[in-house]
């Protein structure tokens, strides 16, 4: 396989592994709403709780959307150097530690008990 194929493989894997974690990402807060839920049916879900989960949620299926245009756009481009596939993953990595770090403070606010929400 030559070095431009392997550098492709790397930018569509790099972009599949973001969307994953955008997957899993919107599993988990699913999975917090419900538990919150659960927990005291006749207590509402908190205020910034919902704020957060009820209307960032459904855009978090659709994070990867640009990133996957990027990746077509560069597998798609003649002599892909490996400079350029690393710039794409360092990027990819700034936004993915961005967008789990959001997510997981989110999905822990209603639970830490400094904090009435």
Same mark, same amino acid.
């Given at each position: 396989?030559?070095?431009? !194929?392997?550098?492709?493989?790397?930018?569509?894997?790099?972009?599949?592994?973001?969307?994953?974690?955008?997957?899993?990402?919107?599993?988990?807060?699913?999975?917090?709403?419900? !538990?919150?839920?659960?927990?005291?049916?006749?207590?509402?879900?908190?205020? @910034?709780?919902?704020?957060?989960?009820?209307?960032?949620? $459904?855009?978090?299926?659709? @994070? $990867?959307?640009?990133?996957?245009?990027?990746?077509?756009?560069?597998?798609?481009?003649?002599?892909?150097?490996?400079?350029?596939?690393?710039?794409?993953?360092?990027?990819?990595?700034?936004?993915?530690?961005?967008?789990?770090?959001?997510?997981?403070?989110?999905?822990?606010? $209603?639970?830490?008990?400094?904090?009435?929400?």
């Amino acid at each position: 396989m030559s070095s431009s !194929a392997q550098t492709k493989w790397f930018v569509l894997l790099v972009c599949l592994f973001y969307t994953l974690i955008c997957v899993f990402s919107w599993i988990m807060i699913t999975l917090v709403i419900e !538990a919150l839920r659960r927990a005291d049916p006749n207590q509402p879900v908190p205020q @910034l709780a919902q704020i957060r989960f009820f209307s960032f949620r $459904p855009y978090i299926l659709g @994070l $990867p959307l640009p990133w996957m245009v990027l990746s077509a756009v560069l597998v798609r481009k003649e002599g892909l150097r490996v400079e350029t596939s690393l710039l794409f993953a360092a990027a990819v990595l700034v936004v993915t530690v961005i967008t789990v770090g959001i997510i997981v403070a989110v999905c822990f606010l $209603p639970y830490v008990g400094l904090i009435n929400i």
